[in-house]
């Protein structure tokens, strides 16, 4: 598993986009061009939702700055391949404003996807307007559907090509796929205060808590412990 670390970091003031998360400035607290994400969701949009740090904080960290961030974990989550990345680089290049919208329009994608599946995991019913960009976005990614050759037989691939926004098609199908799933039932929020990553709960009794035992889980139990000791 890749790691991300989760401790706190250096945040900028940064500006408060339209999903309601804070957008970290680049330089102080966004990933590194070396950054590895933490895939620990389960689900390919629950990891997407999962890019946006300390959510129930005053500074939640925006972990997508920009477009190269989203290049990486494209590249991370296996949604793209390092073949298709250069075409997409070059075109960005060129307009860098298109960039900037598909950053944007991924960033509104993430922000329905975890409104969604928080809904899920709370027993709640998601929000109207998160379903409905959902179902506004699906018909377009699935037309890119394709029956391709694999070693064993036929799957489900994807259109070749540089479309900019690729990398939300499968982010968009996965989302759709769970939503229609046996496994809805097994996605659960972290229970880290300062959390919220989302997670697809695979254990037999489904008692998991955290989105990771490493650091959440860890974390918590050092909370508890210092509450037990200043109450004693």
Not at 53 to 79: G, H, N, Y
């Given at each position: 598993?890749?790691?991300?670390?989760?401790?706190?970091?250096?945040?900028?003031?940064?500006?408060?986009?339209?999903?309601?998360?804070?957008?970290?400035?680049?330089k102080p607290g966004a990933p590194s061009p070396g950054h590895s994400f933490e895939l620990?969701?389960?689900?390919?949009?629950?990891?997407?939702?999962?890019?946006?740090?300390?959510?129930?904080?005053?500074?939640?960290?925006?972990?997508?700055?920009?477009?190269?961030?989203?290049?990486?974990?494209?590249?991370?989550?296996?949604?793209?391949?390092?073949?298709?990345?250069?075409?997409?680089?070059?075109?960005?290049?060129?307009?860098?404003?298109?960039?900037?919208?598909?950053?944007?329009?991924?960033?509104e994608v993430r922000e329905a996807v975890f409104q969604i599946f928080s809904?899920?995991?709370?027993?709640?019913?998601?929000?109207?307007?998160?379903?409905?960009?959902?179902?506004?976005?699906?018909?377009?990614?699935?037309?890119?559907?394709?029956?391709?050759?694999?070693?064993?037989?036929?799957?489900?691939?994807?259109?070749?090509?540089?479309?900019?926004?690729?990398?939300?098609?499968?982010?968009?199908?996965?989302?759709?796929?769970?939503?229609?799933?046996?496994?809805?039932?097994?996605?659960?929020?972290?229970?880290?205060?300062?959390?919220?990553?989302?997670?697809?709960?695979?254990?037999?009794?489904?008692?998991?808590?955290?989105?990771?035992?490493?650091?959440?889980?860890?974390?918590?139990?050092?909370?508890?412990?210092?509450?037990?000791?200043?109450?004693?």
């Open positions: 598993m890749t790691t991300q670390s989760k401790t706190p970091q250096p945040k900028g003031q940064g500006d408060i986009d339209t999903s309601g998360a804070t957008t970290a400035s680049p620990s969701g389960g689900e390919l949009c629950l990891d997407f939702a999962n890019t946006v740090d300390s959510r129930p904080t005053e500074e939640p960290l925006e972990l997508l700055p920009d477009f190269d961030a989203l290049i990486t974990w494209s590249l991370q989550a296996k949604v793209l391949l390092s073949v298709d990345v250069e075409g997409i680089l070059e075109e960005v290049a060129r307009h860098p404003r298109h960039g900037t919208a598909v950053l944007k329009r991924a960033r809904a899920v995991a709370r027993v709640t019913e998601p929000p109207e307007g998160a379903m409905a960009l959902l179902n506004r976005h699906l018909p377009a990614a699935l037309e890119h559907r394709r029956i391709v050759r694999e070693d064993a037989g036929y799957g489900w691939g994807w259109e070749e090509g540089d479309n900019l926004g690729r990398m939300l098609w499968p982010v968009l199908a996965s989302a759709a796929d769970l939503l229609t799933s046996q496994r809805l039932s097994r996605v659960r929020l972290c229970s880290a205060e300062d959390c919220d990553w989302l997670f697809l709960d695979q254990s037999k009794n489904r008692s998991r808590r955290w989105c990771d035992m490493s650091v959440c889980g860890n974390r918590s139990k050092v909370r508890r412990f210092r509450r037990a000791q200043q109450g004693s």
